[in-house]
């Protein structure tokens, strides 16, 4: 069997993005970065060549026992294309499969397509057309405007995959005319071959901005609540109590309240983390916070139950569920609870791995009734929506 190797491209700084976009965990456990190897490789490349850069080094060094084909993990560069030129050194002759990681709902169908395409053509790379009117601004001529001809315009994507030597020659002439590109294909046909075109797909979209993620998370949960009942979504209620005391911290939601008292218990007795954790353990069926984290074991003592909840995340997606969304309401009578949310709400987001829509916190006051209300203690209920990944 030939060489087919894809070059997995890691070595984008993720600048527009503020946190990095290929190791973002998503509801279903996996990277970006997973999820593009993991199409590659389902697609029918029979090697893989990592190329990354600090950040993303240590995964790719994680992936490779995992991915099931060998795999060469290499540098980058300053640009995508020096960091595609480093790849392509990796590669034995045969067909080359380059693709950036950060389109990682690119189907094994479309790699397998592009290779297609290189077998009979010499090449196959991945575009959709361009559905919009493209308007040319210049800016220097009072802003007139020239629409260009749509029909001559369509937009690339990746996989693009070439028979080695061509695109190796293609690369190598670039550098030595200081030519610079954003993509293969152009370098490609500037090295004087025919680009042939292989339909893409408009949800092959390359995460770029946050809302990216967000479309990406939202796509996740949709394909599995649309699994049918089997795989379908599982809800989950937790409740909790702890008692006020004196000379203890009052830690709500992963955060410190400034208060004369705190609640007591075996960990920090964050009380809405409690409650929050016993619900989504409930809907996966993994009993409760007692049963997964016993007090009897000494290495809970005192634990932040923020660390506690990034484990209770891990063992949902290991029992195979994501989070859905969830919502939580802390009964008390003081102190006002309101100006801490937003941070609590980016805590629990961070530890759930969601973004912060998809956690509801409220407070309410039982209006001096009861222990809550005479501020014995505090309560909080919550509820957890969860899927099947
Ligand atoms: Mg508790």
């Keep these: 069997m030939s060489n087919i190797t894809g070059i997995l491209l890691c070595a984008g700084d993720s600048r527009r993005m503020g946190f990095h976009k290929l190791l973002y965990r998503l509801p279903n456990g996996k990277t970006p970065m997973d999820m593009s190897l ?31 084909v060998p795999v060469t993990v290499c540098e980058g560069g300053e640009t995508r294309q020096e960091s595609v030129y480093n ?11 380059i693709h950036d990681a950060a389109r990682c709902l690119a189907r094994p169908a479309l790699v397998h397509a592009c290779i297609d395409s290189v077998r009979l053509h010499g090449s196959g790379v991945a575009f959709i057309p361009v559905r919009d009117t493209v308007l040319h601004v210049k800016q220097d001529n009072g802003g007139g405007v020239t629409a260009l ?25 670039a550098r030595a005319d200081d030519r610079a590109a954003t993509d293969d294909s152009t370098l490609y046909a500037a090295a004087g071959h025919a680009v042939r075109f292989v339909p893409g797909a408009v949800d092959n979209r390359k995460l770029t901005t946050p809302e990216d993620i967000v479309w990406l998370e939202e796509r996740l949960c949709a394909a599995a609540a649309g699994l049918g009942a089997a795989a379908g979504l599982r809800v989950g209620l937790g409740e909790d109590v702890h008692l006020l005391v004196q000379d203890r911290p009052l830690i709500l939601g992963g955060v410190e309240i400034p208060f004369e008292k705190g609640l007591i218990g075996h960990s920090d007795a964050d009380v809405l983390i409690h409650a929050l954790m016993d619900a989504l353990l409930g809907a996966a069926g993994l009993g409760d916070i007692g049963v997964q984290f016993p007090d009897t074991d000494p290495q809970y003592k005192g634990i932040s139950s923020l660390t506690l909840l990034v484990r209770v995340a891990d063992r949902l997606a290991a029992a195979g569920y994501g989070v859905r969304n969830v919502d939580v309401t802390v009964v008390a009578e003081r102190p006002k609870l309101a100006p801490h949310f937003p941070q609590m709400r980016e805590l629990i987001a961070a530890a759930l791995r969601l973004t912060t829509d ?20 505090i309560r909080a209920n919550a509820v957890a929506l969860l899927y099947a990944l």
């Design 358 to 377: 998809r956690i509801g916190l409220k407070a309410t006051t039982t209006e001096g009734s009861g222990p809550e209300g005479r501020g014995e203690c």
């Design 149 to 173: 001809a749509r029909e001559e315009l369509l937009h690339t994507q990746t996989p693009q995959a070439f028979e080695y030597s061509r695109i190796l020659d293609a690369y190598e002439k």
């Design 38 to 68: 993991e199409a590659l490789v389902k697609g029918g490349v029979n090697r893989l060549v990592i190329v990354v850069n600090e950040a993303t080094r240590t995964h790719a060094h994680s992936l490779i026992s995992r991915a099931g």
């Design 87 to 97: 790849g392509l050194l990796c590669c034995k002759p045969g067909i080359a499969v």
